[in-house]
């Protein structure tokens, strides 16, 4: 079936027509009949994804929709992270990034109707999200690169795709409706714990066929509850010689932690148009439109302090401190804390996402040419707002605890911190200021022209070629205002009127009872002086980076029958990437602030590519693949931002400074991609593949000590530096190592083994990776950091039936621990050592027969994350011992939805 049509008539490809990824001709993908097959619904799904992958020229994966705008489950992020070495990182507990063979969302390349995408995100990894799966047909993800593909990604190249109305061929109109609930319930007021989904869309072909249109709009407002506990950091400070009263000799205790519930109200409305025309068999024009809002508020109620002996002059002590044994060193794991004063939280945080593509595609066709024109642009807009309060009683508490050291929620009983006649506004951990609030703004544009030609060839071996350009100019803006509030009456405590009070928020799951809950914002105005304050991190948040990227390609595709049972098929190619980037953004050196503008670099890279199909018949193939690959630096990287000073040593000036590397280059690697594959089955709608595949990136980038020219900066002292040549510490390229990995995949129908399981069906992938790369760099940092994203085992299962408009599925998806990326404190980014997770989705359905007065009807009941799998983080200790410590235990419930879907 078309990977990008799903006709519901498909149609034969005429032999000569070479497979085209690109945006220049969607409409030319190879296709192949099934209509041996009359089958819809999750095996139609199974059969037309199954196909794409036996008929494409790359190692690809895919997922395609049941009908119009019904992929397989309810999320982007969750029809990809199924496919085999894919998974996905749960953020704020609904599914975001992709990780494709163990790398992180950075390497990935992200394409919407085959062209480059940009993100609300940070730096270039997009937020799955922000894409309604009921706008979405279908998802292909090349594992090895195309010459033809533009935007592709170091990992990986994720292409979503939306339907095109004259290869439908038909009229068809789809309503649906789901309402949701979450299992936490109404954690805290504000939230909500129930929700809705509402998707539409037409399609419709004018004037003989050759007009068609496509619209679908889909609004979510879906609830997320969170309830969630963190231990801060565990250390025996004795060892640094600041021992803590009461803690034995030796021990290693906790030294903070923190409790809270967040409620999260998410609403997002999309909408997808197509326009499409073809009058005759030379001109073939199509105008597709995206464009989507999210809308999100959160509401956060807790407590977290800290206990270590450097705070408040060493207040806290301990008593009656017992130790368990943990991997042969002792740890405080209960006892009485006493003189803590945690702060109670009260954060009100919003944001307002923009997401708008738009495409025009132009395909001229005489005899054995045909040229393209694509233009396209597409924007991302970030409104973002974070406010937190502070509150506390007055003076030291005493609290017993009990902290587990397997994941889990600790146990601090703590008093009454709801009692609006105890709990102050104040700053109980002395941080300066009553509250803090930072409002950022990002904007992502990318503008794009493409042209492209295919020529047919007649000979034995080649089928065709293609020549093409491509033009995008890339720019992601950033900037940020932070302010901090100072309480009325010179910060006086202050108690908070009644009539202003929510209900209590229970913190009763980690043991600290009830906290107290007001609306924070509505607080501003009456209970502080807001100004702003901004740190030099903070105005270094501010910041612009501009890309323009020349990509020039040629592909040759072959086909040729190498003896009477073996033929080949493939492309050959190479692209030719020429960038030009620049950065502007704030140095901090000896007189304060200056603003930096039009650094950069300028860098080409040569990318062949090598794609070949050896089909053997009965449904082997072997599949080669061989490439040179690049991606782009991290955007925040490649900030113009930094420090600069002048060190003195033996009364010699040198200049030092540390911060972004406008220069930076990209990642590069060398891969080799192996694939064996046997499809059966009516139609082959059933497979099984065994997948090798190494990668060499013989360029990473990790922070180094390079030389830097600083001529022009201020230095401040009596030993001016001897030359403008210093040192700077900042992300660089240097060495890298090895990526490698094994994947199997299979998709079984029930019917192969027995008549008696006609209808029932699975689905199994399992993906080994192992990586070479320290992140930290050769022979540095702690040795126990991994690649970002890297899960050496990655596994999924799909248990499913489908039979006389009954259905049912049950799905698992594992993976290893990891190191994730995730958003920090004050907006920044770390890395978290994440446990490994299991989560199970259930899905069951039931379709009204056409021949009923319910024709066109289907029933739908879901449950995702049935096991309420919790979100774990573990932490080493501070000491060097090399142990891991619990970190973050946060559950974030069930989601249950019952719907349906109508269409005629």
């Known amino acids: 079936m078309a990977a990008l049509a799903f006709s519901a008539q498909a149609q034969e490809t005429p032999p000569a027509q070479p497979e085209q990824p690109t945006a220049a001709a969607q409409d030319d993908q190879t296709t192949s009949t099934l209509d041996a097959v009359q089958v819809i619904g999750i095996r139609h799904s199974i059969a037309t994804s199954v196909q794409t992958k036996n008929e494409s020229t790359s190692i690809v994966e895919a997922v395609s929709a049941e009908d119009i705008g019904k992929l397989p489950d309810i999320s982007i992020a969750d029809s990809i992270s199924r496919l085999p070495g894919l998974t996905m990182q749960r953020v704020d507990g609904r599914g975001q990034v992709i990780h494709i063979r163990g790398m992180s969302e950075q390497f990935a390349g992200t394409l919407l109707n085959g062209r480059e995408q940009v993100t609300t995100g940070d730096n270039r990894g997009v937020e799955f999200d922000q894409y309604p799966a009921e706008l979405i047909n279908a998802v292909t993800v090349y594992k090895t690169p195309d010459a033809s593909l533009v935007g592709q990604g170091l990992s990986g190249t994720v292409n979503m795709q939306t339907i095109r109305p004259l290869d439908y061929g038909e009229r068809r109109i789809v309503v649906s409706g789901q309402g949701e609930k979450n299992s936490l319930g109404d954690l805290t007021d504000g939230g909500k714990d129930t929700g809705y989904r509402f998707s539409a869309s037409y399609v419709d072909q004018f004037a003989n066929?050759?007009?068609?249109?496509?619209?679908?709009?889909?609004?979510?407002?879906?609830?997320?509850?969170?309830?969630?506990?963190?231990s801060w950091w565990w250390a025996d400070t004795g060892a640094w010689g600041t021992p803590q009263a009461g803690v034995p000799e030796g021990a290693i205790a906790l030294q903070g932690a923190e409790g809270w519930v967040k409620s999260r109200d998410t609403t997002r409305t999309g909408v997808m148009a197509v326009l499409e025309f073809k009058p005759n068999d030379t001109w073939h024009s199509v105008l597709d439109m995206y464009h989507s809002k999210f809308e999100q508020g959160e509401w956060m109620r807790g407590a977290m302090w800290t206990n270590d002996p450097w705070w408040n002059g060493g207040a806290v002590t301990y008593t009656a401190a017992n130790t368990t044994d943990y991997h042969g060193t002792p740890v405080v794991t209960s006892g009485t804390l006493s003189g803590i004063e945690p702060v109670v939280r009260n954060d009100d945080n919003q944001r307002d996402d923009k997401i708008s593509a738009f495409g025009w595609n132009n395909e001229f066709k005489w005899g054995v040419y045909t040229l393209a024109a694509d233009v396209s642009y597409s924007r991302a807009e970030r409104d973002q707002s974070t406010l937190e309060t502070y509150a506390g009683m007055l003076g030291g508490l005493d609290v017993d605890f009990q902290i587990?050291?397997?994941?889990?929620?600790?146990?601090?009983?703590?008093?009454d911190l709801s009692d609006p006649n105890s709990v102050y506004l104040r700053d109980p951990q002395g941080w300066g200021h009553d509250g803090r609030m930072e409002n950022s703004q990002q904007k992502d544009t990318l503008k794009s022209f493409r042209l492209s030609m295919n020529r047919l060839v007649d000979s034995y071996f080649l089928r065709s070629y293609d020549v093409g350009f491509n033009y995008s100019k890339r720019t992601k803006d950033k900037a940020a205002q932070v302010y901090f509030t100072d309480l009325l009456n010179d910060r006086a405590p202050t108690l908070v009127d009644p009539s202003l009070l929510f209900a209590p928020t229970d913190l009763g799951f980690a043991g600290m009872g009830n906290v107290l809950a007001y609306d924070a914002r509505a607080l501003l105005s009456r209970y502080y002086d807001v100004y702003l304050s901004e740190s030099n991190d903070d105005l270094q948040k501010d910041q612009r980076i501009e890309e323009e990227v020349r990509t020039f390609y040629a592909k040759a595709n072959l086909d040729l029958d190498l003896t009477d049972t073996v033929r080949m098929r493939g492309n050959v190619g190479v692209q030719l990437v020429q960038v030009d980037q620049s950065a502007d953004g704030v140095v901090i050196q000896a007189d304060g602030p200056v603003a930096v503008s039009g650094v950069g670099a300028s860098y080409g890279d040569i990318l062949p590519s090598l794609n070949l199909v050896f089909d053997f018949g009965n449904g082997w193939n072997v599949r080669f693949g061989a490439a040179r690959e690049i991606m782009r630096p991290r955007i925040n990287d490649m900030g113009a931002y930094g420090y600069v000073g002048v060190a003195v040593t033996n009364g010699v000036g040198e200049w030092t400074g540390s911060g972004g590397n406008p220069e930076l280059e990209p990642y590069r690697a060398n891969s080799v991609d192996l694939s064996v594959e046997k499809y059966f089955g009516e139609s082959n709608s059933s497979y099984m593949a065994l997948a090798v595949f190494?990668?060499?990136l013989d360029s990473y980038i990790y922070t180094q000590t390079i030389p830097w020219n600083f001529a022009g900066y201020d230095y401040e002292g009596d030993t001016p530096p001897s030359s403008d040549w210093g040192t700077f510490s900042t992300p660089a390229n240097g060495t890298g190592g090895y990526m490698r990995g094994a994947e199997l995949g299979m998709a079984l129908g029930g019917d192969l083994i027995s008549s008696a399981l006609d209808g029932f069906g699975l689905l199994l992938n399992a993906s080994y990776t192992e990586s070479s790369i320290d992140p930290d760099g050769p022979n540095q940092g702690s040795g126990t950091d991994t690649f970002p994203g890297l899960s050496k085992i990655v596994a999924n299962a799909t248990?499913?039936?489908?039979?006389?408009?009954?259905?049912?599925?049950?799905?698992?998806?594992?993976?290893?621990?990891?190191?994730g990326e995730y958003s920090y404190i004050f907006g920044q980014r770390s890395y978290r050592y994440t446990r490994n997770e299991r989560t199970v989705d259930l899905q069951l359905g039931y379709d009204f027969p056409e021949s009923s007065a319910l024709g066109g009807l289907s029933l739908l009941a879901q449950v995702n994350n049935v096991t309420n799998e919790p979100f774990r983080t573990e932490v080493s200790d501070s000491n060097g011992f090399g142990l891991f410590f619990p970190e973050e235990y946060t559950e974030y419930g069930r989601q249950y939805l019952l719907g349906f879907r109508y269409a005629f």
């Open 404 to 415: 587990p050291l397997t994941p889990g929620y600790a146990d601090y009983a703590l008093p």
């Open 694 to 696: 190494y990668k060499d």
């Open 799 to 819: 248990l499913y039936y489908e039979k006389n408009g009954f259905s049912a599925r049950v799905s698992q998806r594992f993976r290893d621990p990891y190191r």
């Open 209 to 230: 066929d050759t007009i068609g249109v496509a619209i679908g709009v889909a609004r979510l407002a879906s609830p997320f509850q969170e309830k969630h506990y963190k």
